[in-house]
T-cell receptor
Framework: SAVISQKPSRDICQRGTSLTIQCQVD?????MFWYRQQPGQSLTLIAT?????????ESGFVIDKFPISRPNLTFSTLTVSNMSPEDSSIYLC??????????????FGPGTRLTVL | LAKTTQPISMDSYEGQEVNITCSHN???????ITWYQQFPSQGPRFIIQ???TKVTNEVASLFIPADRKSSTLSLPRVSLSDTAVYYC??????????????FGAGTRLAVHP
């Protein structure tokens, strides 16, 4: 299993500013994933962060808008840059763990609720 | 990655059994089926995972027919605390620790007194 913490838990920001969200895992993991969940919607994968290499972004997400750092095997940050009200969402990080008898399981952080005014 | 289809919402009452069916017609040989549960203001939580036939744990059962083109999550005797969104996902079990999850719309289950 994995325990994940995120900071901040919530924030209210002005448009045009940037916010960096931190994700800390209690064990070393190869991949970390960043998701966005807009109000009342499902989760959308933003990018996958592998330690020591550039993050891989999904269609519709770009590095200039959502730069990601992955300095070590237990930590990652996601920055939401030049924010607009459309960026108001919950941002979640997750990690994958192999299950004992096969298959994988993902563990999610509690999320960061971002409101952009 | 196989696309999944599930009902948008379901209603039930306390003590009843709830079955949520998920369709995944394009499931690949290496794909396994996983269900996650999400409460408001929390991240999704793993419920159950299977590859074929039936899997049961302390929380739920997962029924997978031979063709694996669908699966059914069964929640026995639901309570109010089972009110949540349930997501069905398929993914490669041999991904070696890298399994990109693509979430569908999920099923919003409401359990009534």
């Amino acid at each position: 299993s994995a325990v994940i913490s995120q900071k901040p838990s919530r924030d209210i920001c002005q448009r045009g500013t940037s916010l960096t969200i931190q994700c800390q895992v209690d064990s070393q993991v190869t991949m970390m994933f960043w998701y966005r969940q807009q109000p009342g919607q499902s989760l959308t994968l933003i990018a996958t962060a592998n330690q020591g290499s550039e993050a891989t972004y999904e269609s519709g997400f770009v590095i200039d808008k959502f730069p990601i750092s992955r300095p070590n095997l237990t930590f990652s940050t996601l920055t939401v840059s030049n924010m607009s009200p459309e960026d108001s969402s919950i941002y979640l990080c997750s990690v994958e763990s192999l299950r004992l008898f096969g298959g994988n399981e993902q563990f999610f952080g509690p999320g960061t609720r971002l409101t952009v005014l | 990655l196989a696309k999944t289809t599930q009902p948008i919402s379901m209603d039930s009452y306390e003590g009843q059994e709830v079955n949520i069916t998920c369709s995944h017609n394009n499931i690949a040989t290496n794909d396994y089926i996983t269900w996650y549960q999400q409460f408001p203001s929390q991240g999704p939580r793993f419920i159950i995972q299977g590859y074929k036939t039936k899997v049961t744990n302390e929380v739920a059962s997962l029924f997978i027919p031979a063709d694996r083109k669908s699966s059914t999550l069964s929640l026995p005797r639901v309570s109010l605390s089972d009110t949540a969104v349930y997501y069905c996902l398929v993914g490669d079990m041999f991904s070696g620790g890298y399994n990109k999850l693509i979430f569908g719309a999920g099923t919003r289950l409401a359990v009534h007194p």
